[in-house]
């Protein structure tokens, strides 16, 4: 792994990590049980999709690939080649 990935990841949180603040929050905003285990299924699938692509499951990495994905998407139409 490269060194600036390694950062990357440290200075990321992780999909699961996040998981557990969510039902802390929202059982602290009285969401129904329902509503709580349908947002983490969403996002254990999610986490799930992530690793069998071999993609990251780190918050700030996913965010750069998809802002660049984007980025792609936009110049390809500007280009008119999208």
């Known amino acids: 792994m490269l060194a600036s990935s390694k950062i990357a990841q440290r200075s ?7 998981v557990a603040g969510y039902k802390l929050c929202a059982r602290s905003e009285g969401k129904s049980k329902n509503t709580i285990d349908i947002v983490t299924n969403s996002v254990g699938y999610f986490e799930g999709f992530l690793r069998s692509e071999g993609l990251p499951t780190y918050v700030t990495q996913i965010s750069v690939k998809m802002d660049n994905l984007w980025l792609d998407e ?4 500007v280009m008119g080649k999208g």
């Open 12 to 18: 990321s949180t992780e999909l699961g990590h996040l």
């Open 74 to 77: 936009g110049l390809l139409k």
